[in-house]
C-alpha cells in the first residue's frame, strides 16, 4: 500500500469461546487480501472477559502457529493485567487514584480505553477496533432471492481511507442486537413500540432508524450500491459525531492528544455513544465495508465459511432473548439522561418529561406483553439516572481531563518508560 511500514494494532474486545474462530476469520481474509505483506505490522491488543460466557484464559490465548505468524505481538487484558496497569500509573503519580478508576476498569468503555492507552504507548499509527460477534462479511439480497453474501476487507479498507482523517467509522448489517423482531397484537401495537423505543432512543437507536429493519423480520441488508461504488462520506454532527464501538479505526498520529476517551454511566451502555458526543473538532468518515453483527450467537456457522441461504427472524419470546432485550433497555435507560444533558442542555426537562411519559405509558405493557416484570426497572432506572445526572456529567468532564492528562504522559514516555508486561509471553 505504501513503501513507509505502517503499525496498526487491532483492538478486540472479547468474552465468548467463538473468539479464535472470529480471530482467524479475520486473518484469513486479510490474508487473502494481501494485508499481511508488504509494510504492514499488525499489533493485537485483546481485552477478555472470562466471567461473560464463563470462558477460561486459553479461549484466548493464540498460539497456533499460522496465526501467529500473521502478527508482530500480542497483548492481553484482563482483570489482573489493568490493575497492574492501574497500580503502576497511581504509584508513579501519573494519575490519582479516582482519575484510572474512571478511565480503567470494567465495562466495554473501559476496555477500549486500556487498548487505546496501551496502542498509543506502543506507537502504534492506527487502532481498529472489532468486537467478538462481527464478522468479515455482508449479506445482500434482491427481492425474495436467496442472499448474497460478500467478504469484506475492513482492514484495507480503514487503512485506505484513515490517512488523513481523525476516525474511520464502517456500516454494520445483521442483526440490531439485543432488539428481537416482535409480532404485533392487542397487547403492543407498532404504535407502541415506537412509543416505547422512542422514549429510550437516541441518534443512532431511534423509531426511523430501525422500523425498517423490522419490516425484514429484525435483519440489516448491505447496500449493495455502496459496497460496489466504494464511496467514503464525512459524518457530520453539531453535538455529536456518532460512530459505533466496533469497525472503528482511530488514527493515533500528530492529533491524538484530541482523541476523547470512551465513557458510559456505572452499569449504562453507550460507551460509544460518548465517545461520540468528543469528536466534534475531528474529521470523521464513514467509510465502504460492512461487518455482520451476529448479535444472537445464530451463525457461528459464517465462521466455518457456511453462508446461509436466508437469515431467521429472532424470535422476541424466547427467554434468552427477553433477557437480552430487557438489559439493553435498562443500560439505554440509564444513560439516556446523560446523553441528552450532553446535546441538548437547554431542552433537557422537556426532553427527559416527554421520555418519562412515554416510557410511563409503555413500561407495563411490556411487561404484559412478555410476562417479565423486570421491564418496570426501566423506568425505575431511568429515574434514578435522571436524578444523578449532574454528578454523571462530572464524572464525564473528569473523565476527558484524565485521559488528556494520560495521553500527553504516553505520547512523552514513548521512549523512557516501560508498559506493563502483559505480551503473550508473560502469561
Keep these: 500500500m505504501e513503501s513507509a511500514e505502517t503499525n496498526i494494532g487491532i483492538g478486540f474486545i472479547t468474552g465468548r469461546k467463538t473468539f479464535k474462530k472470529v480471530f482467524r476469520t479475520y486473518m484469513n481474509s486479510f490474508a487473502q487480501n494481501g494485508m499481511l505483506n508488504g509494510g504492514i505490522n499488525m499489533t493485537l491488543f485483546i481485552a477478555y472477559d472470562l466471567d461473560y460466557t464463563n470462558t477460561r484464559l486459553s479461549d484466548y490465548m493464540i498460539t497456533d502457529k499460522e496465526d501467529m505468524k500473521h502478527v508482530r505481538n500480542i497483548h492481553y487484558f484482563g482483570k489482573k493485567e489493568i490493575k497492574e496497569e492501574v ?28 487498548i487505546m492507552y496501551n496502542a498509543i504507548m506502543s506507537q502504534m499509527d492506527y487502532l481498529l477496533f472489532i468486537d467478538d460477534d462481527e464478522y468479515p462479511v455482508a449479506p445482500s439480497r434482491q427481492g425474495n432471492e436467496p442472499l448474497i453474501w460478500r467478504g469484506q476487507d475492513i482492514i484495507k479498507t480503514h487503512l485506505h481511507h484513515i490517512r488523513d482523517v481523525d476516525i474511520t467509522n464502517g456500516y454494520h448489517c445483521g442483526y440490531i442486537s439485543p432488539i428481537p423482531h416482535i409480532e404485533y397484537n392487542y397487547q403492543i401495537s ?28 429484525g435483519v440489516s441488508y448491505a447496500d449493495e450500491k455502496l459496497m460496489e461504488a466504494g464511496n467514503s462520506k464525512e459524518i457530520e454532527g453539531v453535538n455529536a459525531k456518532f460512530v459505533s464501538g466496533s469497525n472503528l479505526c482511530i488514527n493515533l498520529g500528530s492529533n ?20 461520540s458526543t468528543g469528536l466534534g473538532g475531528l474529521k470523521v468518515l464513514r467509510v465502504p465495508c460492512h461487518a455482520f453483527h451476529d448479535g444472537f450467537q445464530q451463525y457461528n456457522c459464517l465462521l466455518s465459511g457456511v453462508l446461509p441461504l436466508e437469515l431467521m427472524k429472532e424470535n422476541a419470546l424466547v427467554s434468552a432473548n427477553i433477557s437480552r432485550f430487557l438489559a439493553a433497555s435498562i443500560g439505554w435507560a440509564r444513560y439516556k439522561p446523560l446523553l441528552l444533558y450532553i ?10 418529561k416527554e421520555a418519562r411519559e412515554r416510557l410511563t405509558i409503555q413500561v407495563p405493557k411490556f411487561c404484559d406483553y412478555f410476562h417479565a416484570q423486570g421491564f418496570q426497572m426501566v423506568l425505575n432506572e431511568f429515574e434514578d439516572y435522571h436524578k444523578s445526572v449532574e454528578r454523571h456529567f462530572e464524572s464525564y468532564v473528569e473523565s476527558k481531563l484524565s485521559w488528556k492528562k494520560l495521553v500527553a504522559y504516553a505520547m512523552s514516555a514513548h521512549n523512557t518508560e516501560r508498559m506493563v508486561d502483559t505480551q503473550l509471553g508473560a502469561i
Excluded: C
Aim: charged share 25%.
Design 256 to 275: 491524538v492528544e484530541n482523541i476523547p476517551p470512551f465513557y458510559n454511566p456505572p452499569g449504562a451502555r453507550g460507551e460509544d455513544t460518548f465517545f
Design 343 to 352: 446535546t441538548h442542555r437547554n431542552e433537557y426537562e422537556y426532553l427527559i
Design 190 to 217: 407498532e404504535t407502541d413500540y415506537q412509543m416505547y423505543i422512542e422514549g429510550l432512543s437516541n441518534d443512532i437507536l431511534n423509531w426511523k432508524s430501525i422500523k425498517g429493519k423490522f419490516e425484514d423480520g
Design 87 to 114: 497500580a503502576f500509573l497511581t504509584g508513579s503519580g501519573v494519575l490519582t487514584h479516582k482519575e484510572a478508576q474512571l478511565i480503567f476498569g470494567e465495562g466495554y468503555g473501559k476496555k477500549r480505553n486500556i
